[in-house]
């Protein structure tokens, strides 16, 4: 049974825990002597370690992505953590899977029941037709309540995709009558599905980490393919609503350089767009000042968005 969580770990000490190898990396000193950068992961968070010693032994103990027993201590390194790794080697069986996933706070069968009464909300009888196809389809319901939305940035945990798809459907509800000429059914049905493709981009047994097919054709792609399988099944799909849902899908990342083919060139892949990146802004925010000191009024520097954020003194926070 695991004893020490990262969260709970502290410079100075001495460890010898289950972890899962989240990632190795070996390169080389000045001198040429090798050494090995790893990644270790549990439910509760991720922590860097370094190998000095029997480098090349301890580099052939596992494979990332293992489940791993590690001995050593505990040091501050450039501002953090670091495990010092005096030994590695594969854990024994019988490890509790859920000691080294996190999952959503919320109720993932509530929030399936919540996002597909906005689908019934839907007016358009085939866009409905549309979303019943997913939600009759056990094999993806029981991926997508499981999925996690992403690896580091946001919603990276058990039912983080099916949390995100659930806020921005909720997002898309309220801004949709805010604007006249917004296609409400088109921007729901759009914020359902848009990210579908990670229930196969991910790996997440003991590691969410990405899978061979979310490395060589990304949850953009895969995402099409499945919209696609299902609009194939609803006979006399209108072709235009499905080239529009489509589009949707492939220019949610709004750029070209953030991974979308094309940019949104439609009002609601516009929202679409925007209403992604304030979702996953905020909840990526809000997960990075959770995890710093609670009695600080700043953060520490938030390396992807280059800023500290203020947290408020006590009075404010409370």
Same mark, same amino acid.
């Given at each position: 049974?695991?004893? =020490? %969580? #990262?969260?709970?770990? +502290? ?11 989240? *990632? ?22 991720? #922590?860097?370690?370094?190998v000095w010693d029997n480098v090349e032994q301890i580099a052939d103990a596992a494979a990332a992505g293992d489940v791993v027993r590690v001995q050593g201590h505990i040091s501050e390194y450039r501002g953090g953590l670091q495990v010092v790794v005096k030994g590695l080697e594969p854990a024994e069986t019988g490890a509790d899977p859920a000691d080294f996933l996190p999952a959503t706070r919320r109720n993932p069968e509530q929030m399936l029941e919540r996002i597909k009464a906005l689908g019934?909300?839907? $007016? $358009? ?8 196809? %997913? =939600? ?15 690896? /580091? ?9 099916? &949390?995100? $798809? ?13 604007? $006249? ?22 790996? %997440? ?22 919209? *696609? ?7 006399? %799909?209108? /072709? ?24 949104? /060139?439609?009002? *609601?892949? #516009? ?5 992604? *990146?304030?979702?996953? +802004?905020?909840?990526?925010?809000? &997960? ?8 600080? @009024? =700043?953060?520490?520097?938030? /390396?992807?968005? @280059? ?7 006590? &009075?404010?926070?409370?």
């Amino acid at each position: 049974m695991k004893k =020490w %969580f #990262v969260s709970q770990l +502290k410079s100075g000490q001495a460890v010898t825990e289950l972890f899962v190898l989240a *990632e190795k990396t070996l390169s080389h000193k000045k001198d040429g002597a090798p050494y090995l950068s790893i990644a270790l992961s549990d439910k509760t968070g991720r #922590v860097r370690g370094v190998v000095w010693d029997n480098v090349e032994q301890i580099a052939d103990a596992a494979a990332a992505g293992d489940v791993v027993r590690v001995q050593g201590h505990i040091s501050e390194y450039r501002g953090g953590l670091q495990v010092v790794v005096k030994g590695l080697e594969p854990a024994e069986t019988g490890a509790d899977p859920a000691d080294f996933l996190p999952a959503t706070r919320r109720n993932p069968e509530q929030m399936l029941e919540r996002i597909k009464a906005l689908g019934q909300a839907v $007016s $358009s009888d085939v866009l409905r037709g549309l979303l019943d196809a %997913f =939600w009759n389809d056990a094999g993806f319901v029981a991926q997508f309540k499981q999925a996690p939305a992403a690896k /580091k940035m946001h919603h990276a945990y058990i039912g983080g995709l099916l &949390e995100h $798809s659930l806020s921005l459907a909720l997002l898309a509800d309220r801004v949709a009558g805010h604007y $006249s000429g917004i296609d409400r059914d088109l921007l729901i049905t759009g914020a359902i599905l848009h990210d579908i493709g990670k229930i196969n981009e991910f790996v %997440f047994d003991t590691n969410i980490d990405y899978s061979s097919e979310g490395r060589l054709v990304s949850h953009i792609v895969i995402g099409v393919g499945m919209l *696609e399988e299902k609009i194939r099944q609803i006979p006399d %799909f209108p /072709k235009q609503t499905a080239l529009l849902l489509r589009h949707m899908m492939v220019s949610h990342h709004g750029s070209r350089e953030l991974g979308s083919p094309e940019p949104p /060139k439609t009002l *609601e892949a #516009v929202l679409l767009n925007y209403l992604d *990146e304030i979702d996953a +802004k905020i909840k990526g925010i809000r &997960e990075f000042m959770e995890s710093q000191d609670a009695d600080a @009024e =700043w953060t520490g520097y938030h /390396k992807p968005l @280059e800023r500290f954020f203020f947290r408020g003194t006590p &009075e404010t926070q409370g």
